[in-house]
């Protein structure tokens, strides 16, 4: 069967998926697709090299890992230049990603021990006579479905994690990004060749449920929040655990005594770097009154200097996933329909394949670019008449993934407020960049962490070990408890617990 499309839109020609330039439908590559059958084969080849690689322990993985990274890090322009390829990114900003996922690996790699090791945990006065003990198991298996708007950076940060924890990893990348996704499967197996621990299954949505069917230990997902739902509801059906990032529609504060040329630098980065497409993007500006329009005056003016185009050097590249500049054109058509007005861009921003900066003020909060992740570069300004307001605003949508807080004074205590995973204060996107720091979101952008110790226990069971050391002077957990013994437990109960 043949199936052949636009430029960027995924095409199954003789049981292989086709890969495309977005733009310029230049090919990228093409992979087979998996059935059934070949992702549960997929799995149990990983069953088998999960033992093997849990066996080199920490030190043997930190091994190979680091000298993963290396090979990431010599070959960083050769990534780039194929991310570019396949997503149209611009070059610069491919880069910066693969600089992070190398960063993510190295800390991964240098800190399982000290997360995961077993090590000794206090006991309680009332079972004294036991030692405590924790440790951190690998799952096994765990079956990545990952995006296609950070190939690199996103799927890395979850399954490097992963892999530092003793798993082995089957990944299903997007399938607009399956050749970077088989780059770097097969960069990995140059410094691990022994075993597959490492695999990738190319296909589209169909393979991405066979995944979550093939007995794998664990899922990691990262996409929208409807196809995070279904992920969750198809793992249900085995009781596999899953951590789920779904959408964003994350929010800038700008608060009265904000750094203005900061702020307004920050948040056209934050907006529209990767072409808006970025799940922690800015997509929600809301400014008190006294600076609102000096503020806006500052990001027109910045937003109004990028470039747009195919070109590796361009500031904003095409819409990797062609069906997203429907969504786009809704959103401004819609805020626009709404009272809102267009100070930059507007209805004609919407150029297959690209979309042209675009921020709109007074747009009404029911609309649609306020309420809906847009992923595109299209931003809202709106303005608000103190701190308090903007953080109501802010956190009344569904989602709650990042956000950031422009200001000299209060930015920390106005980041707490926020209903959100992560918040950059003075900054824009900085917490995805911080290997220490745990990445995720709640509400309907997902629940669980990747990245920093959180991420690596992610993707570990947690076990529980007590030791006899001595025998019990007043028995709790026996049979052979007398009643004398029972009163002795009351007295003691009261004594540390009655004041």
């Not at 951190?136 to 708007?149: A, D, R, S, T």
């Amino acid at each position: 069967m043949t199936t052949v499309n636009a430029p960027g839109v995924p095409a199954i020609e003789d049981g292989e998926l086709i890969s495309t330039n977005p733009a310029t439908g230049a090919a990228a590559g093409r992979f087979p697709v998996a059935d059934p059958d070949g992702v549960a084969r997929a799995v149990d080849r990983a069953r088998a090299a999960a033992l093997w690689w849990g066996e080199l322990g920490f030190t043997g993985r930190r091994t190979r890992l680091l000298a993963w990274r290396a090979v990431l890090a010599n070959r960083i322009t050769e990534l780039a230049a194929l991310s570019h390829l396949e997503t149209g990114k611009p070059v610069a900003d491919a880069v910066v990603e693969t600089l992070s996922a190398i960063d993510h690996v190295d800390w991964a790699a240098r800190n399982a021990r000290r997360v995961l090791g077993p090590r000794r945990v206090r006991s309680r006065l009332l079972l004294a006579e036991h030692s405590a003990h924790l440790e951190y198991q690998p799952y096994g298996v765990v079956g990545m479905i990952g995006p296609w708007n950070y190939p690199v950076l996103t799927p890395v940060g979850a399954f490097g994690y992963a892999l530092a924890a003793g798993n082995a990893v089957v990944l299903k990348p997007s399938e607009y990004t399956p050749a970077v996704g088989q780059w770097l499967v097969d960069t990995f197996a140059e410094v691990v060749p022994e075993h597959p621990v490492l695999q990738a299954v190319h296909g589209l949505g169909d393979v991405g449920a066979a995944l979550c069917r093939a007995g794998v230990d664990k899922v990691a997902f990262t996409g929208s929040t409807a196809t995070a739902k279904k992920v969750m509801a198809t793992c249900a059906e085995s009781l596999t655990p899953v951590v789920l990032e779904g959408g964003g529609k994350d929010a800038m504060i700008v608060d009265a005594d904000a750094d203005l040329d900061a702020a307004a630098e920050a948040c056209v980065w934050g907006a529209f770097t990767n072409a808006g497409q970025t799940c922690i993007g800015i997509e929600r500006v809301y400014a008190v009154a006294p600076v609102h329009d000096a503020f806006v005056a500052r990001v027109v003016e910045r937003a109004a200097r990028l470039t747009v185009g195919p070109g590796g050097d361009a500031d904003i590249g095409p819409i990797t996933m062609p069906s997203q500049l429907d969504v786009i054109r809704r959103h401004i058509d819609d805020a626009l329909a709404r009272g809102g007005r267009a100070v930059l861009g507007g209805a004609d921003a919407v150029q297959p394949p690209y979309v042209r900066p675009t921020v709109l003020v007074d747009v009404p909060e029911d609309a649609a670019a306020v309420r809906e992740e847009t992923f595109g570069p299209t931003l809202t300004v709106n303005r608000v008449a103190d701190a308090d307001e903007a953080i109501a605003r802010s956190n009344a949508v569904p989602y709650g993934l990042g956000g950031a807080v422009f200001s000299r004074r209060n930015g920390p205590a106005i980041a707490r407020r926020l209903r959100t995973g992560m918040a950059a204060v003075n900054s824009t996107l900085t917490f995805v960049g911080m290997s220490t720091l745990p990445f995720g979101g709640v509400g309907a952008s997902g629940f669980g962490r990747i990245h920093g110790p959180d991420g690596l226990r992610e993707f570990a069971r947690t076990k529980a070990v007590t030791r006899r050391r001595a025998r019990s002077v007043v028995p709790a957990m026996s049979f052979e408890r007398t009643s004398a013994q029972v009163d002795r437990l009351v007295k003691i109960a009261k004594i540390l617990y009655g004041r």
